[in-house]
């Protein structure tokens, strides 16, 4: 069974940046597109940025020019950069690996203090 396990969350103070990183246990084939969603306490998960095999990239509007999303094809790694970290950026993040099947981390926590 694939699991997806995520690193590089943390706490850090508004301004501040920091790097997740989402691997795969094993090789995933077929991958379509690779993306990080978040969930803060109270809210639906949303998404926060999705890039294709082909390197097309799409990010929410409340992270444009603050968050570049990067990815590694034959590594099956997907990377969120998060710079001018914002309060209202806590939350736990998600990786997310579409393929044949869906995929989900298990989540890491990003704390924002202002």
């Known amino acids: 069974q694939v699991q997806l396990v995520e690193s590089g969350g943390g706490l850090v103070q508004a301004g501040g940046s920091l790097r997740l990183s989402c691997a795969a246990s094993?090789?995933?084939?077929?991958?379509?597109?690779m993306g990080w969603y978040r969930q803060a306490p109270g809210n639906q998960r949303e998404l926060v940025a999705t890039?294709?095999?082909?390197?097309?990239?799409n990010y929410a509007d409340s992270v444009k020019g603050r968050f570049t999303i990067s990815r590694d094809n034959a590594k099956n790694t997907v990377d969120l950069q998060m710079n001018s970290l914002r309060p209202e950026d806590t939350a736990v993040y998600y990786c997310?690996?579409?393929?044949?099947?869906?995929?989900w981390g298990q989540g890491t926590q990003v704390t924002v203090s202002s």
């Open positions: 094993r090789s995933i084939f077929n991958i379509n597109a």
């Open positions: 997310k690996v579409r393929a044949d099947w869906i995929y």
């Open positions: 890039i294709t095999t082909g390197g097309t990239t």
